[in-house]
């Protein structure tokens, strides 16, 4: 379908810069449109906390000029938003809590520079679960996102918002965060593509911290090449992240042409068991057959240790949120309780106050690992599990290019329904944990429904094989027409 | 494992966090959940296994010492409404 007889929400990145370039219509104009439908659309879905409109045309005015005098960067005039948790200047950066809610950053986080320098437009700051602990949209302090393919359920997290976003047409990218699943779980609740890239790929400069040995930035879009495109401006080594790896980044979007034939992958023996829903399994082993019907080979992997992911995970992150939020003391910037009787008094309300009760859980279960008695039990054994958990990967990838899967256990889940118990809402990350374990590139790509709603397949590549995984889901998306799917309401 | 309420009340004092009684009694119930459920690491046969601190085992690069922030003390301080003469204004701490 040529872009000029789709409407302009519901092309892609790839297409609105083929249109920009000639001249089909200006960025002005395609702003406008897609504020408009923000505008109109966001009530329902809360995918926003802050719509940066003003300063939204104004960089797409200069965009139109830039491109009239022929210069102008590889994103010149595209629209994305940022996950509320990448620090923006001179706007609200929340990250979904209150303890930031008047909180305006001084400084642009890494990947909003890069972005913009590319010429990307930004229109706003999404929705996200508090200081991205969560896997529905549920813990943020501005209320849960809905997911648009049935506004009763969860978009999933800790990136609803972006995913909801980009699912219901309102925008065509948006940047997120993943720590243990973050960006890939709710691409596949939504039937966007998210991609998660190799730990120290791309910069954490201004991302707001949450669990420093695991958190990555990425990109929900809603093709591969899109992913790539962006992946390509937001990637390579930064200085002022002291985990930024300094090597070269490739060029993703010309990586993405080549076939599968020979592509060796794996599936993983311990995926297709009692955790993983029926219908889910068979959507997702109907994408695998796709897969080989494109020249990849199967063969079945083993990773021993996948159960204990999440466990592990629970201990890693929390240890490692609670050292990072132990910044939020009220004394500098963000909420601070009135009248302190002293400053112990000032820290507790402060962060009584200030956080949700998810994030204080995770404060105080990574106190616990971390305190005098529990550390060998707990934290040092997690780490001594989590190099377990590394080393399945590596003997894995001495036979196979890729590990595929299922991305989520169940497809979109109703609001409420796992708010009860804090390990059924960790369990969603069953699969997706370990690559953030092991510092792995994964991606997410629409493979299908189950009644109606969305489905995943999980693509893991080893480290700094972005390349091949976002060429193995773009040509599982030149042959297939799942990711082109919209939610009714929002085509 | 379950935790009790003084454990409880403990890591709190320790994450200096003030927990309302209304959500204290939830709070103790959900952490003794999630501490159970990650009871199950004891089981893995880690004898000799080095712990990963870094997912590439990557060591800490360093930078020379120089000073280096761009950013100006004044627009990082309108973030917080007490300020004086470039410091941040709290309860006094001694007497």
């Known amino acids: 379908m040529s872009q000029s007889s789709q409407e302009l929400h519901l092309q892609t990145l790839t297409q609105l810069a083929a249109g920009l370039d000639s001249g089909e219509f200006s960025s002005v104009e395609l702003t406008q449109e897609l504020l408009a439908r923000i505008e109109n659309l966001n009530a329902t879905l809360n995918a926003f906390v802050t719509v940066t409109a003003d300063q939204a045309l104004a960089a797409a005015r200069r965009a139109d000029e830039n491109r009239a005098a022929g210069n102008g960067g590889a994103l010149n005039g595209l629209p994305l938003v940022h996950k509320d948790i990448f620090c923006t200047q001179g706007v609200l950066t929340t990250c979904g809590s209150r303890m930031l809610e008047n909180f305006v950053s001084p400084y642009d986080a890494a990947i909003v520079e890069r972005l913009a320098s590319a010429g990307a437009i930004m229109l706003g700051?999404?929705?996200?679960?508090?200081?991205?602990?969560?896997?529905?949209?549920e813990t943020s302090y501005f209320g849960p996102v809905r997911n648009p393919w049935d506004l009763e359920r969860s978009p999933g997290g800790s990136s609803g918002g972006s995913a909801a976003a980009v699912a219901g047409r309102l925008v065509p990218a948006a940047t997120g965060t993943d720590t243990g699943g973050s960006i890939r779980q709710p691409a596949a609740l939504t039937g966007t593509v998210g991609i998660k890239p190799t730990y120290g790929r791309v910069s954490r400069y201004g991302m707001i911290a949450f669990?420093?040995?695991?958190?990555?930035a990425g990109v929900i879009t809603r093709s591969a090449e899109d992913a790539a495109l962006l992946?390509?401006?937001?990637?390579?080594?930064?200085?002022?992240?002291?985990?930024?790896?300094?090597?070269?980044?490739?060029?993703?979007?010309?990586?993405?042409?080549?076939?599968?034939?020979?592509?060796?992958?794996?599936?993983?023996?311990?995926?297709?068991?009692?955790?993983?829903d029926v219908q889910c399994g068979a959507v997702v082993r109907g994408s695998l057959a796709e897969l080989e019907s494109l020249g990849a080979t199967l063969t079945e992997v083993d990773l021993p240790n996948l159960d204990l992911s999440v466990p592990t995970y629970c201990v890693v992150a929390p240890a490692e949120c609670s050292s990072n939020l132990s910044r939020f003391d009220g004394v500098r910037f963000g909420?601070?309780?009135?009248?302190?009787?002293?400053?112990?008094?000032?820290?507790?309300?402060?962060?009584?106050?200030?956080?949700?009760?998810?994030?204080?859980?995770?404060?105080?279960?990574?106190?616990?690992?971390?305190?005098?008695?529990?550390?060998?039990?707990?934290?040092?054994?997690?780490?001594?599990?989590?190099?377990?958990?590394?080393?399945?990967?590596?003997?894995?990838?001495?036979?196979?290019?890729?590990?595929?899967?299922?991305?989520?256990?169940?497809?979109?889940?109703?609001?409420?329904?796992?708010?009860?118990?804090?390990?059924?809402?960790?369990?969603?990350?069953?699969?997706?944990?370990?690559?953030?374990l092991a510092g792995l590139p994964a991606i997410s790509v629409p493979c299908g429904f189950v009644e109606e709603l969305p489905i995943g397949l999980h693509?893991?590549?080893?480290?700094?094989?972005?390349?091949?995984?976002?060429?193995?889901?773009?040509?599982?998306?030149?042959?297939?027409?799942?990711?082109?799917?919209?939610?009714?309401a929002y085509r | 494992m379950s935790l009790d309420k003084d454990q409880v009340q403990h890591i709190a004092m320790l994450a200096r966090l003030k927990l309302d009684e209304d959500e204290f009694d939830e709070t103790v119930e959900k952490l003794s959940r999630i501490v159970d459920f990650v009871d199950q690491l004891s089981q893995a046969a880690t004898e000799n296994v080095v712990p990963m601190a870094h997912p590439l085992n990557a060591a800490q690069r360093l930078r020379p010492d120089r000073v280096t922030d761009a950013i100006e003390r004044d627009q990082i301080q309108r973030n917080s409404d007490f300020v004086a003469g470039g410091l941040y204004l709290v309860p006094k701490v001694l007497d």
């Open chain 1, 231 to 276: 992946l390509g401006s937001m990637a390579g080594f930064d200085e002022r992240d002291s985990t930024s790896i300094d090597r070269p980044v490739p060029d993703y979007v010309a990586g993405l042409s080549g076939s599968l034939k020979g592509l060796r992958v794996g599936i993983v023996r311990q995926h297709f068991d009692a955790g993983l």
């Open chain 1, 335 to 436: 909420r601070r309780a009135e009248n302190p009787v002293d400053l112990l008094d000032l820290y507790c309300r402060s962060r009584g106050e200030g956080f949700g009760a998810e994030v204080k859980r995770r404060i105080m279960t990574g106190t616990y690992v971390l305190s005098a008695g529990y550390y060998d039990a707990y934290y040092l054994k997690a780490q001594q599990v989590r190099a377990l958990i590394s080393d399945d990967f590596k003997k894995a990838f001495a036979r196979v290019d890729v590990i595929a899967g299922p991305t989520a256990p169940t497809p979109a889940f109703r609001l409420g329904d796992k708010t009860d118990d804090p390990i059924t809402m960790y369990l969603n990350d069953i699969y997706t944990t370990g690559a953030n």
């Open chain 1, 125 to 137: 700051k999404t929705n996200m679960d508090e200081f991205a602990m969560g896997s529905s949209n």
């Open chain 1, 459 to 488: 693509l893991v590549g080893p480290h700094f094989g972005e390349e091949m995984i976002l060429r193995c889901a773009h040509q599982y998306q030149q042959n297939t027409d799942w990711h082109n799917a919209a939610p009714e």
């Open chain 1, 211 to 216: 669990a420093s040995s695991l958190d990555q």
